[in-house]
Nanobody
Framework: QLVESGGGSVQAGGSLRLSCSAS?????MAWFRQAPGKEREGVAA???????NYADSVKGRFTISKDNDKNTPYLQMNSLKPEDTALYYC???????????????????WGRGTQVTVS
C-alpha cells in the first residue's frame, strides 16, 4: 500500500516535499502527476540502486530520493510553477530491469494521490 503526503498550496517559486509511505520499497519507485483534463505523466523515478530518471519539465527543479530504512520515497519540488499544479501519485514497479517513466502501465501499485496547487 502506498500513501502520499506533503501536498498543498504554494506560490510560484515555492517548494514542497512529497512523501510516500510504503510497506516496502520495490525495484522502482516513481512519482506521476495528472492535471485536470490532461493525461497522467511521469515526473521522476528512482531505481533500487539509487539511479534516477526525470521528466525534462522538472529537471533541475525536482529531486527524487528514498530512505531505505523508512521505506519512503520522496519528491523534493523547488521553484514550483503554476504548470506543476496536479494530483501527484506515488507508484511502485515490482519487476527489475529499468525505471522508466514513459509508461505508467508498467507500474504495479499506486497511491491515491496528493494535490499540489501552485498559484
Amino acid at each position: 500500500q502506498l500513501v502520499e503526503s506533503g501536498g498543498g498550496s504554494v506560490q510560484a517559486g515555492g517548494s514542497l516535499r512529497l512523501s510516500c509511505s510504503a510497506s516496502r520499497l520495490r525495484a522502482c519507485m516513481a512519482w506521476f502527476r495528472q492535471a485536470p483534463g490532461k493525461e497522467r505523466e511521469g515526473v521522476a523515478a528512482i531505481y533500487y540502486t539509487g539511479g534516477t530518471n526525470y521528466a525534462d519539465s522538472v529537471k533541475g527543479r525536482f529531486t527524487i530520493s528514498k530512505d531505505n530504512d523508512k521505506n519512503t520515497p520522496y519528491l523534493q519540488m523547488n521553484s514550483l510553477k503554476p504548470e506543476d499544479t496536479a494530483l501527484y501519485y506515488c507508484a511502485a514497479r515490482f519487476a527489475f530491469g529499468g525505471c522508466g517513466i514513459s509508461n505508467s502501465n508498467s507500474y504495479d501499485d499506486w497511491g491515491r494521490g496528493t494535490q499540489v496547487t501552485v498559484s
